[in-house]
């Protein structure tokens, strides 16, 4: 990353926890992972619209913390018809672990996704999924590296961008599934019209995800009319009854 980037401080607090935190690591992992891709397409063919789900405690930008435990929420959330999950694995800022993706995994048959905050290679090891998040901007030159560690392992990277700076790295370092994150890392402010200024330079055999911002059943269309593929939400499922704020997004 470079260091002369503008990050908002709870932006810089979470990198340094993930700097200096030891993930336990359970060896090289080989994993057989679920198809996140052809998850998102079953969906829409089945006329749903593909969400991914966020199993996330907490986090800097929402109050409070949700202490149900991370299966049952996982298996209302399928309930409510997400096509896949994503779950956080973030300690010290989102009250996640690698323990509540690994149950949360054997729990559903959708892919997981593990949202976190890696960093380097050995990071790829805490923990199974059939995705894990990379994001441009934090891992710098080290991307395209990554990207092929992750898909050694039988990961699925999803790399996440903000900008088109950020798409051209990512598809020059072999990414097939791109997140386009709405949400500044300055200011933490939301805008939707950041996907949708990035969505069109996205090639089309790329699996494209809208992130951050989508609260409501118009977001959901505002984004797929964009060009998403499928989006990522957190905070609007998990803030009331998980079921039913699922079910509305995919039946937008």
């Not at 956080?88 to 892919?111: K, M, Y």
């Amino acid at each position: 990353m470079n260091e002369s980037e503008e990050l908002a401080p709870a932006v810089r607090s979470i990198l340094r926890a993930a700097e200096a935190r030891g993930d336990p690591r359970e060896g090289d992992l080989s994993v057989e992972a679920r198809s996140l891709p052809d998850a998102l397409a079953r969906a829409e063919s089945e006329g749903r619209v593909p969400v991914i789900a966020e199993v996330k405690p907490t986090s800097p930008t929402t109050d409070g913390t949700r202490e149900a435990d991370p299966v049952e929420l996982a298996e209302r959330m399928v309930e409510g018809g997400a096509a896949a999950l994503s779950v956080l694995t973030e300690p010290d800022h989102f009250g996640g672990s690698p323990e509540n993706l690994r149950r949360v995994r054997e729990a559903v048959d959708v892919p997981v996704l593990r949202k976190d905050f890696v960093l380097d290679e050995s990071q790829l090891d805490a923990v199974a999924a059939d995705a894990v998040l990379l994001i441009a901007r934090f891992v710098g030159d080290d991307l395209p590296e990554l990207v092929e560690a992750a898909e050694r392992r039988g990961f699925q990277p999803l790399v996440e961008v903000h900008d088109r700076s950020e798409l051209r790295e990512a598809l020059d370092a072999g990414a097939e599934i791109l997140g386009v994150n709405n949400r500044d890392l300055a200011r933490l402010e939301v805008d939707l019209e950041t996907f949708e200024a990035v969505a069109p330079h996205a090639p089309d055999e790329v699996t494209l995800v809208a992130e951050s911002g989508i609260s409501s059943p118009e977001d959901a269309r505002r984004m797929r009319e964009a060009g998403a593929d499928g989006l990522l939400v957190g905070s609007a499922i998990m803030a009331g009854d998980v079921t039913e704020n699922t079910r509305r997004l995919t039946h937008a």
